[in-house]
């Protein structure tokens, strides 16, 4: 009988100690869940924090950039002696090139040629933007008050930009556009 009260009473021990064992298992899965839930809402807050930051220096930049490109454009063509050598055109635009991060390439396009001239003239103007066709899809665009900007496109090879097309008009002259390359890498530079 002493056997049998010893086997209840171990049996009854390893019944207490499992049943603690699982009670324990399951509070601290339950806290690892809530612990995992609320990282993760973090990591979620601070991603959407990042991706905010990241959109406002985005826009602050192209804001100040395209301001900076569209003076030049208006300075382009309302010159008073209309000196529209490619020796000023150089000036101006290597000051741009130089002075101001993001900008890649400035492009003059001209509507008396069918080519146009680019700093730094290592790189080449795009055939599309000679096109007829796509001309006349710059033209539209600018005729409606529409900033024309590029899907990304491989400037030179390794470099990714985009490009905005800004009209260079005097008073009713349409002069051509000033194309301005901007490359993507420097758009965004996240600060940790």
Known sequence: MRKKVMITQSMKNWMISTALFLAMASLTFFAWRQQVEYQHSLLSRHTEDVCAQASR????????????????????????????????????????????????????IQTSQDHGWVIPRSIQIPKSLLDPEHRQALEEALQNGLIVLSAPFEADPGNASIYVALPLQREEEFLGYLVVDFLLETLVILRT
């Open 57 to 108: 220096r985005l826009e602050v930049f192209m804001e100040s950039h395209l301001r900076v490109a569209n003076i030049f454009a208006r300075r382009w063509s309302t010159h008073e002696s209309r000196d529209f050598s490619r020796q000023r055109f150089e000036r101006f635009a290597l000051v741009l090139i130089e002075e101001l991060p993001g900008f890649h390439a400035v492009r003059l």
